[in-house]
């Protein structure tokens, strides 16, 4: 689904980094996931980063 939501030109995003760059350790192993359009998976990294502390201005 990661893969199909980037190719149609949206994200997706695991709370820490982009889905597609996890590395699975176990063969079922699972994780959250948000998919969504580009400008909506920005927003919910800007909250992200707020929660975290984080500044990227």
């Not at 695991?14 to 982009?18: D, H, L, N, V, Y």
């Given at each position: 689904m990661s893969y199909l939501m980037e190719q149609a030109g949206g994200q997706a995003f695991?709370?820490?980094?982009?889905a597609l760059d996890l590395v699975?350790?176990?063969i079922?192993?699972?994780f959250s996931v948000f998919l969504g359009s580009y400008?909506?998976?920005e927003e919910i990294k800007a909250v992200y980063a707020a929660?975290?502390?984080e500044n990227n201005a």
């Open positions: 695991t709370g820490k980094q982009r699975p350790e176990k079922h192993e699972r400008d909506d998976i929660a975290n502390g």
